[in-house]
C-alpha cells in the first residue's frame, strides 16, 4: 500500500486495525487510513494506493481500508469525529503538539517594538513556558526602505531585541535561533523605498 501526501499541511493517521477487524471477519490484518483536519480546520489530500487500485481522501474525517496489495483500497466513507478520537485515542495523545506562529512589529527604522507588539510577545512567553520549549525560532525582517546593508543590520538588531526580551525572563539563550533577512523576504512585496509597517517584523515560532 501506498500513501502519498499531496499538500505538506495534510495530517494522514494510519492505524493497523488488528484485533478489531480480525475478531469480525476472520481475515487478514486491514489497514484503515483517517484523514484528519489541521488545528485551524484546513485540510489537504490523500492518496491511498495498492496494486489494484487508488482512493483519494480530501475531506476531514473520511477513511479507507486496505487489507492487500492485491486488492483496491476500499470506497471513501466519512467517520463520525468522536468515532475516530475514540478509536485512535493513544496515537492522537501521543502527536506531537503542531507549532504555534506570531509576528511583532517595530516602530520605522527602530528595534522599539510597538505597543501591541509587547503584549503580543508576553503571551508567546507564556506559551513556551506552557510547552517547555526548547526550539524557538526568532527571525527578524524589515521593509524596503533603506539600504540592503543597513535592513540586514535593523532585521539583525530586531531578532535580537526579541531574544533578549525572552532571555531577560528566563528563556535559556540556547533554546533560540536567531535568523535575519533584511528586506528579503517581505510579508507584503512592495517596491524599493515604499514603507509598509507589516513588513517591519520579527516572526517567531514556539516547537
Request: glycine share 6%; hydrophobic share 40%; proline share 7%.
Amino acid at each position: 500500500m501506498i500513501i502519498k501526501k499531496n499538500i505538506h499541511i495534510v495530517r494522514a493517521l494510519q492505524i493497523a486495525m488488528l484485533f478489531a477487524l480480525l475478531l469480525n471477519t476472520g481475515c487478514a490484518p486491514v489497514t484503515r487510513v483517517v484523514l484528519l483536519p489541521d488545528p485551524d480546520g484546513k485540510v489537504g489530500i490523500v492518496d491511498v494506493s495498492s496494486d489494484k487500485g487508488i482512493q483519494t481522501l480530501d475531506n476531514p474525517w473520511q477513511t479507507t481500508e486496505v487489507s492487500s496489495k492485491g486488492k483496491a483500497p476500499s470506497v471513501p466513507r466519512l467517520m463520525d469525529e468522536k468515532a475516530v478520537r475514540a478509536m485512535f485515542k493513544e496515537a492522537l495523545a501521543a502527536e506531537p503538539i503542531p507549532p504555534v506562529f506570531s509576528i511583532v512589529y517595530f516602530e520605522t527604522d527602530s528595534s522599539d517594538l510597538t505597543t501591541e507588539s509587547l503584549k503580543i510577545l508576553s503571551r508567546v512567553l507564556e506559551e513556551i513556558g506552557v510547552r517547555k520549549s526548547t526550539n524557538i525560532i526568532v527571525s527578524g525582517h524589515t521593509d524596503a526602505v533603506g539600504s540592503v546593508e543597513k535592513n540586514q543590520e535593523l532585521s539583525l538588531k530586531r531578532a535580537k531585541a526579541v531574544a533578549d526580551f525572552f532571555v531577560s525572563k528566563g528563556v535559556h539563550p540556547e533554546n533560540i535561533d536567531v535568523t535575519y533577512h533584511g528586506k528579503g523576504s517581505p510579508l507584503i512585496p512592495t517596491p524599493d523605498g515604499v514603507p509598509e509597517p507589516r513588513n517591519r517584523r520579527v516572526e517567531i515560532t514556539v516547537q
